[in-house]
């Protein structure tokens, strides 16, 4: 077996009643505002600002009824549902960056970056983490060495058994950050192992026939390595949760468990997210932003576009970039920032 297929409509059969309610009601709530975003766009004068008010009141309810959907399901966590009202202001703007047209590619891969400290921080730096202190010498050596001392999370229980699964290719530059951020709360500073799944979808389907294809020829993994551990998953955008619960599902078939499953995402969307959870019973999905919706593509509304072409730049259809190259193409910039990450996934794909 080289390919492995999962369709769209093999994951809505793990979707319950209330779940396909609350899908179709967030869809009826987004046609709504996409009506009024319309009318918002081509008014003038005084009906601008009408519908100006339409729309920011109609995206509010569209939180709030999230919010309320939402707040039974333990396995999903979205940061503006889970911590203080003081700082949503900053993952608001941070998300609108992320959504705006004019954002560069370079500018897009910063925000990508400071979203995935605070997801980091979301999933393991609570109040309820245990701490330890941290000495660090200084610089300064005049009149003698200096030291400092930091009180830092603990998470060397929760991540030093984790291997990263990085889901081709959108989701590779994510899997380094969170790696990353593992390596440096560690105490012994820990790099994580990673393990390299090449999956797609066909772009010429409409969502409800979509398939995602995961080719074991052009993926690079140890089995041995994946046994027993914590599966993180860190994908700037899950749509419909296809790409997740394909690869998954192939490990588990191949006699794999792991010891848990967190899915790090900058957006989701309550459908997919709902899939990921209901399909894989011991799933966290740990999420800066809820969107509603998506459209026939199975593309995210109102979305931020193809996440992977603007961190990565676009593949040419003829000559797609391999692994090494992809890594590469990050420039110096990034690939020293991630240098320990770089010799990892090295490891991985030369087998050296």
């Known amino acids: 077996m080289t390919r492995l297929i999962l369709r769209s409509m093999d994951l809505d059969a793990f979707l319950t009643d209330k779940d396909t309610q609350y899908i179709a009601r967030m869809d009826e709530l987004y046609r709504e505002a996409l009506e009024t975003s319309s009318l918002w766009e081509k008014a003038q004068g005084d009906q601008k600002d009408i519908h100006k008010e339409k729309l920011i009141s109609q995206f509010a309810g569209i939180g709030e009824e999230m919010r309320t959907m939402l707040s039974g399901e333990k396995q999903i966590h979205v940061y503006s549902f889970e911590t203080p009202q003081f700082i949503h202001g900053e993952v608001s703007r941070l998300v609108a960056k992320l959504r705006n047209r004019s954002t560069q590619d370079p ?3 910063y925000y990508i970056q400071r979203a995935y400290e605070l997801l980091f921080n979301l999933a393991f730096g609570g109040e309820s983490h245990s701490k330890h202190h941290m000495i660090v010498r200084t610089p300064v050596d005049f009149p003698q060495s200096n030291y400092a001392v930091h009180k830092i999370p603990e998470i060397d229980s929760q991540t030093s058994d984790a291997v990263m699964c990085v889901m081709l290719r959108a989701a590779l530059l994510p899997s380094m950050i969170v790696s990353k951020e593992i390596q440096e709360y560690s105490q012994t500073g820990h790099v994580t192992p990673f393990a390299l799944f090449r999956i797609s979808r066909d772009e010429t389907k409409e969502e409800r026939d979509m398939a995602y294809v995961l080719d074991l020829k052009k993926s690079y993994f140890d089995l041995d390595t994946l046994n027993g551990k914590d599966w993180f998953f860190a994908d700037p955008m899950n749509a419909t949760g296809g790409s997740l619960v394909t690869v998954v599902r ?16 900058v957006l989701s969307v309550m459908k997919g997210s709902l899939r990921i959870v209901r399909a894989i019973e011991n799933a966290e999905i740990y999420t800066l932003w809820m969107d509603p919706a998506l459209n026939s593509k199975a593309y995210i509304l109102p979305g931020v576009g193809d996440a992977g072409d603007r961190i990565n730049g676009k593949d040419s259809h003829e000559y797609p970039r391999n692994i090494i190259q992809l890594i590469a193409d990050y420039g110096n910039r990034i690939t020293s920032l991630y240098r320990s990450q770089v010799r990892a996934i090295e490891k991985t794909v030369l087998g050296i």
Not at 250 to 265: C, M, V
């Open 250 to 265: 192939f490990l588990l078939d191949q006699g794999i468990k792991p010891r848990s499953i967190k899915f790090f995402n």
């Open 107 to 109: 500018e897009f891969v």
